[in-house]
């Protein structure tokens, strides 16, 4: 799939902007604080529904009062509308020109991965960020996940009132933690299925694109089991511990995944370059899945790539481009060579020239 048309209005320093984008390599180029991140933060915000760097009232350009974001989308030869409106009284969602109920019934419909040169820092220092990032993925990736994920936060969420209240008995609780472990092992199957299909790929591609990293292992650690039952019980043995401290403390909710490189926890001992490295395959390895499992290419956003990566690196990430993206969209100050282009799209003081 691709984005072939996009509308920013009041959307951070875009006033009224239309693009219309081809597919394939897509570079945008221009100075810096022109506006080719807020850009690839537009595409991404019809992917996941919010922003990856900034709280919503914060996207409102200097002085408006709502933003509005609009999408053409072509996927398999047909065309699909998205649109995201937001002012201080919430957000309108359109899919087709359809009003609908939340961001629920969008996602799915423009999958997108990004990389940023700042999220090897967030994504390595804690385990709420990877979770999100995670999660992120496999919402995207199946509509079971997201539902799981949506009833198990809501039932997650009536358990910690609960257990704030006082005369709460166990046998409430405990058919708070039955829902919960039903939700939750479906959620914690899916990660550890997906987790290792992403560590194969993305050892395939470390040899493939010649990133030569070492050995690199994703370790994950389930706040709980892959089986219902097994699970109910697992949280009813802590729920004395839980109740003491009065909120949910067991659950995927508090789940955590963490990268080896050649046995050494990557968090504590890997280099910068070591973590872009490997959370950039790790993307990478998502568009892969994305590609090979679901059957659909994902637009790649990539923000500042080449300023990260050598040369030869470069040359082995425009094979894979070709193999597993309709279109990946780089922004770069300096344009290089624009004839390694389909298109270039120049950036200067958000206006699209
Ligand atoms: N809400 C906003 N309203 C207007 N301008 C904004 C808003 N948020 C950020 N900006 C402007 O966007 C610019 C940064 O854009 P960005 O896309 O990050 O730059 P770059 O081209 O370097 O990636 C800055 O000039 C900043 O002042
Ligand atoms: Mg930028």
């Known amino acids: 799939m691709f984005v072939s048309r996009l509308q920013l209005v009041n959307f951070r320093n875009y006033q009224n902007q239309l693009v219309s984008f081809s597919p394939g390599k897509v570079l945008i180029y221009g100075a810096n604080g022109q506006g080719k991140t807020n850009l690839l933060e537009a595409i991404y915000y019809l992917v996941i529904g919010k922003s990856f760097r900034g709280k919503d009232s914060s996207l409102i350009r200097f002085g408006a009062e709502s933003f509005f974001l609009g999408a053409k989308i072509t996927k398999d030869g047909q065309k699909i509308t998205l649109g995201i409106e937001y002012s201080g009284k919430g957000k309108i969602f359109t899919k087709n020109g359809q009003k609908q109920k939340g961001f629920s019934y969008l996602l799915g419909s423009l999958k997108g991965v990004l990389f940023t040169p700042d999220e090897p820092v967030n994504f390595f220092g804690s ?49 708070w933690d039955y829902k919960l472990a039903e939700y939750g092992a479906e959620i914690i199957k899916e990660r550890e299925k997906s987790l290792r299909v992403l560590n194969e790929l993305l050892t395939e591609l470390n040899d493939e694109l010649k990133f030569l990293l070492g050995k690199i292992t994703i370790d994950y650690k389930p706040q709980g089991t892959l089986e219902k039952e097994s699970f109910y ?109 389909d298109q270039a799209v120049l950036i200067n003081d958000g206006l699209v020239l």
Request: no cysteine.
């Open 233 to 341: 019980r697992f949280l009813k043995q802590r729920q004395g511990e839980e109740r003491i401290k009065k909120f949910a403390l067991f659950g995927p909710h508090r789940d955590d995944f963490r990268f080896y490189l050649n046995d050494k926890d990557l968090k504590v001992f890997g280099s910068q370059g070591q973590k872009k490295g490997v959370l950039l395959l790790f993307k990478l390895a998502q568009a892969v899945y994305m590609t090979k499992i679901l059957g659909e290419k994902p637009v790649l956003l990539l923000d500042d790539l080449y300023s990260e990566f050598d040369s030869e690196k470069r040359r082995a990430l425009e094979g894979f481009f070709l193999n597993f993206s309709e279109q990946v969209l780089i922004t770069a100050t300096d344009p290089g060579d624009l004839k390694n282009y």
């Open 127 to 175: 385990p709420t960020n990877r979770r999100k990032s995670l999660d992120l993925f496999l919402a995207q990736t199946s509509k079971t996940y997201l539902l799981n994920l949506i009833y198990y936060n809501k039932v997650l969420a009536n358990k910690n009132a609960l257990l704030k209240q006082p005369g709460t008995t166990e046998n409430i609780i405990d058919a």
